[in-house]
């Protein structure tokens, strides 16, 4: 069953505590990308990686960091320095070049 | 970079009407343009999408139609059902980047 997981479903974290959010994809595809979503918004571009080992920032990059060691994992992690990070966060991934996105189910953090 | 405005932010139609949902874009040099719905708790689902070589494109009671000289794509969904209740984004994509606009809050009354 091919496709993109993300782990946990709902997560909550205390003020000040760094978090990381698991996305997995088993569809070979070589670029992936992690957005967030608050509501009544559309998606905002929070990083991508085209390939293994090289990721770059996008939109509202500020407190956020990724590592990309696997061509099938693309770990965000919410640091305590993101003045906001309550949201629904959705990852997606594309084959190398392509422009057609296919998105994972999303994590909802909540911080407390 | 690209901006791009969805117009309406909410849409109440009767089942089996028609509903039309618009966007438009300001870089000329953007070529893919999907749609996406997305249902309360799960992540976006492409649903159409259409590339700027072709004006309109159709999926069943779906379709998109395209105008690049103005800027602005529709997304058209004929003979609505209650199952296509969801939020709808639209998406440009140029230089590499997908730029949403800020959805449509679809509603289908029995």
């Known amino acids: 069953d091919g496709g993109i997981t993300q782990s946990p479903k709902y997560l909550f974290r205390k003020e000040g505590q760094n978090v990381t959010l698991s996305c997995e994809q088993n569809?070979?595809?070589?670029?992936m990308y992690w957005y967030r979503q608050d509501p009544g918004q559309g998606l905002r571009l929070i990083y991508y990686s085209q390939i293994v080992n090289d990721f770059q920032k996008g939109d509202i990059a500020e407190g956020y960091s990724v590592s990309r060691e696997k061509k099938e994992s693309f770990p965000l992690t919410v640091t305590s320095a993101q003045k906001n990070p309550t949201a629904f966060y959705l990852c997606?991934?594309?084959?190398?070049?392509?422009?057609?996105?296919?998105f994972g189910p999303g994590t909802r953090l909540t911080v407390l | 970079g690209e901006n791009v405005e969805q117009h309406p932010s909410t849409l109440s139609v009767q089942e089996g009407d028609s509903a039309v949902i618009k966007c438009t874009y300001s870089d000329s040099a953007s070529n893919y343009f999907p749609w996406y719905k997305q249902e309360l708790g799960k992540g976006p689902q492409l649903i159409i999408d259409i590339r700027s070589n072709v004006g309109e494109k159709k999926d069943q009671r779906i379709a998109v139609t395209l105008n690049k000289t103005a800027k602005h794509f529709s997304l058209h969904i004929t003979e609505t059902q209650p199952e296509d209740s969801a939020v709808y984004f639209c998406a440009v994509y140029s230089y590499g980047k997908l730029t949403f606009g800020q959805g449509t809050i679809l509603t289908v009354h029995p």
């Open positions: 997606a991934s594309s084959l190398a070049g392509e422009d057609t996105q296919y």
């Open positions: 569809l070979n595809h070589d670029a």
